[in-house]
């Protein structure tokens, strides 16, 4: 069965400091998302993306996060400079809505779990 | 987007079946209703999705009432292995690219 995999499945960074996380998500699949979940807490959406543009974001998603599809099978998420409380569980999913797919549902990743120090 | 309201938890016995009933009062048209399944440290994983009526798959059944305020997921003869966190999710999924909303979720325990 096709998966939505995700890198590193573990990142570690100072305050402060960059980090891209990585996913790709399956072959056929059209939109993608960005979620995150902070440790004991509720699954949380930051953005969604088609056609190469941001269809929704969340509050959550402000300056410091930025997506990306830098080409046709990885999807990417930035934070510029993150802080403590960006630490937490970070989920890619995707989704096939191709015409006649009679189910919407969102294929979600392994997980990268980001720890900010 | 619909406000969904469901237990906190729940706890169950393994080879019972568990009924957990998610509120929407607020759903609109052209929502569906999805509920998914969350095991500790994994992302979450759908379970069914329905419009109306009754949805029945290898894993669960969705019952949805006429006025589709309320819905309600039935796990038969559950096992240790579901125990997860479950999540009903309202929105109008077909048009793709929506603000998937989150709730809480129902915590259910499954014992032996």
């Known amino acids: 069965e096709p998966e939505v995999t995700q890198t590193p499945s573990h990142q570690v960074t100072q305050m402060g400091q960059e980090v891209i996380l990585r996913c790709v998500p399956i072959?056929?699949?059209?939109?993608f998302y960005w979620y995150r979940q902070i440790l004991g807490q509720k699954v949380e959406f930051l953005v969604s993306?088609?056609?190469?543009?941001?269809?929704?974001k969340s509050e959550i998603f402000d300056d410091q996060f930025s997506v990306e599809r830098p080409d046709g099978s990885n999807f990417t998420l930035k934070i510029r400079s993150t802080k403590l409380e960006d630490s937490a569980m970070y989920f890619c999913?995707?989704?096939?809505?191709?015409?006649?797919?009679?189910?919407?549902?969102?294929?979600f990743g392994p997980g990268t779990r980001l720890t900010v120090t | 987007l619909a406000k969904t309201t469901q237990p906190i938890s729940m706890d169950s016995y393994e080879g019972q079946e568990v009924n957990i009933t998610c509120s929407h009062n607020?759903?609109?048209?052209?929502?569906?209703i999805t509920w998914y399944q969350q095991f500790p440290s994994q992302g979450p994983r759908f379970i069914i999705q329905?419009?109306?009526t009754k949805v029945t798959n290898e894993v669960a059944s969705l019952f949805i009432p006429a006025d589709r305020k309320s819905s309600t997921l039935s796990l038969p003869r559950v096992s240790l292995s579901d125990t997860a966190v479950y999540y009903c999710?309202?929105?109008?999924?077909?048009?793709?690219?929506?603000?998937?909303?989150f709730g809480a979720g129902t915590r259910l325990f499954v014992k032996a």
């Open positions: 999913a995707s989704t096939d809505v191709s015409y006649g797919t009679s189910v919407r549902e969102q294929y």
């Open positions: 072959s056929n699949h059209l939109y």
């Open positions: 993306f088609y056609n190469n543009e941001i269809s929704e």
């Open positions: 607020n759903i609109a048209t052209n929502d569906y």
């Open positions: 329905g419009y109306k």
């Open positions: 999710l309202v929105g109008d999924f077909y048009t793709g690219g929506f603000k998937t909303i």
